[in-house]
C-alpha cells in the first residue's frame, strides 16, 4: 500500500523517435525547427512548465540518443525538473515501452506526449495530472470535432470511397496529448496488449485492458504538427505568444 503522506510524484514520457515521413525527407520531426528551437525542445519546456512534473523520459531514435541528449542540455529546463534522454525502438509502443523503463523509482502518475504537439500550454497539462491525482487510471484532453464525420468503406487511394454511415457528431472528441495514467496501469497496459492490436493510443491500450479512460478539454493550440500547414500554424502561434506573453 502507498504511503498517504508521500508526495505524489509526476514524471512525462515523450516519444521522439519518428522520422515524420509527412512532414518530408531530412531531419527527425521532433528536431525539425519552430521559430528557430527544434520542436522536441518546445514539447519538453511545455511538460516542463508544470509545477507537478518533476522527471521527463525523452525516447529519441536509436542511433540518435546521443546527439538529443547534447541538444537538450543546450536548453536548460527548470531546476524542479530532471530529463534523461533513452534509445527508441522500431514502433511508437515500443518506444513508450523503453521509455517506462527508464523511469526513477516512486513515480506514482505518468503523462505520454506526442513530441509534434509542441505548443500544449500548461493548464492543459496540470488539468490531466490532476484527473489522474484524483483517481482516473487513465486521462485523455480532448476538443470536441468541429467537422462532421462520415464512415467510408476503404478503396485504393485515388478511388472514391462509398459513405456507410456518419457518426453522430456530438458524441465525438479529437484526442490529444499528454494523456495521464496511474504508472502501473499503462505498465500493464504495455505488458498485456500485442502491438496492433487496433489501438492508436496509449488510452487505447488501456481500454483493450478494460480500464475506464476518462476525458478533460483539451486546447486548440495542443495539435499536431505533422504537414507542412500545420508547421505554418505552429510558426503563426509561437509568434503570437512570443509578441504577447513574452514566450521563448
Given at each position: 500500500m502507498s504511503d498517504p503522506t508521500r508526495p505524489i510524484r509526476t514524471a512525462v514520457v515523450i516519444p521522439a523517435a519518428g522520422r515524420g515521413v509527412r512532414l518530408g525527407p531530412g531531419t527527425p520531426k521532433a528536431l525539425r525547427t519552430l521559430g528557430g528551437t527544434p520542436m522536441l525542445v518546445h514539447a519538453v519546456r511545455a511538460m516542463?512548465?508544470?509545477?507537478?512534473v518533476s522527471h521527463i523520459v525523452v525516447v529519441a531514435p536509436s542511433d540518435g540518443a546521443t546527439e538529443v541528449d547534447r541538444l537538450l542540455h543546450e536548453y536548460p529546463l527548470a531546476d524542479?525538473?530532471?530529463f534523461v534522454v533513452v534509445?527508441?525502438?522500431?514502433?511508437?509502443?515500443?518506444?513508450?515501452?523503453?521509455?517506462l523503463a527508464a523511469l526513477p523509482e516512486g513515480i506514482d502518475v505518468v503523462l505520454v506526449h506526442d513530441?509534434?504537439?509542441?505548443l500544449v500550454p500548461v493548464d492543459t497539462v496540470?488539468?490531466?495530472?490532476?484527473?489522474?491525482?484524483?483517481?482516473a487510471p487513465a486521462v485523455v484532453p480532448a476538443l470536441p470535432l468541429a467537422d462532421t464525420v462520415k464512415q467510408v468503406e476503404p478503396q485504393p487511394q485515388g478511388t472514391p470511397e462509398p459513405v456507410v454511415g456518419t457518426p453522430?457528431?456530438?458524441?465525438l472528441r479529437a484526442v490529444q496529448t499528454p494523456q495521464g495514467f496511474?504508472?502501473?496501469?499503462l505498465r500493464k497496459a504495455h505488458d498485456t496488449v500485442v502491438e496492433g492490436e487496433g489501438a492508436t493510443d496509449d488510452a487505447g491500450l488501456a481500454e483493450r485492458l478494460g480500464v475506464p479512460v476518462v476525458v478533460v478539454p483539451g486546447h486548440e493550440e495542443a495539435f499536431?504538427?505533422?504537414?507542412?500547414?500545420?508547421?505554418?500554424l505552429a510558426e503563426a502561434v509561437l509568434a503570437r505568444r512570443r509578441a504577447t506573453d513574452g514566450y521563448v
Amino acid at each position: 500500500m502507498s504511503d498517504p503522506t508521500r508526495p505524489i510524484r509526476t514524471a512525462v514520457v515523450i516519444p521522439a523517435a519518428g522520422r515524420g515521413v509527412r512532414l518530408g525527407p531530412g531531419t527527425p520531426k521532433a528536431l525539425r525547427t519552430l521559430g528557430g528551437t527544434p520542436m522536441l525542445v518546445h514539447a519538453v519546456r511545455a511538460m516542463a512548465a508544470s509545477r507537478a512534473v518533476s522527471h521527463i523520459v525523452v525516447v529519441a531514435p536509436s542511433d540518435g540518443a546521443t546527439e538529443v541528449d547534447r541538444l537538450l542540455h543546450e536548453y536548460p529546463l527548470a531546476d524542479r525538473t530532471e530529463f534523461v534522454v533513452v534509445p527508441g525502438g522500431q514502433t511508437r509502443q515500443e518506444s513508450v515501452r523503453l521509455g517506462l523503463a527508464a523511469l526513477p523509482e516512486g513515480i506514482d502518475v505518468v503523462l505520454v506526449h506526442d513530441a509534434a504537439r509542441p505548443l500544449v500550454p500548461v493548464d492543459t497539462v496540470d488539468a490531466v495530472i490532476a484527473a489522474v491525482r484524483a483517481g482516473a487510471p487513465a486521462v485523455v484532453p480532448a476538443l470536441p470535432l468541429a467537422d462532421t464525420v462520415k464512415q467510408v468503406e476503404p478503396q485504393p487511394q485515388g478511388t472514391p470511397e462509398p459513405v456507410v454511415g456518419t457518426p453522430e457528431r456530438s458524441l465525438l472528441r479529437a484526442v490529444q496529448t499528454p494523456q495521464g495514467f496511474d504508472l502501473a496501469t499503462l505498465r500493464k497496459a504495455h505488458d498485456t496488449v500485442v502491438e496492433g492490436e487496433g489501438a492508436t493510443d496509449d488510452a487505447g491500450l488501456a481500454e483493450r485492458l478494460g480500464v475506464p479512460v476518462v476525458v478533460v478539454p483539451g486546447h486548440e493550440e495542443a495539435f499536431k504538427v505533422t504537414r507542412p500547414l500545420d508547421l505554418v500554424l505552429a510558426e503563426a502561434v509561437l509568434a503570437r505568444r512570443r509578441a504577447t506573453d513574452g514566450y521563448v
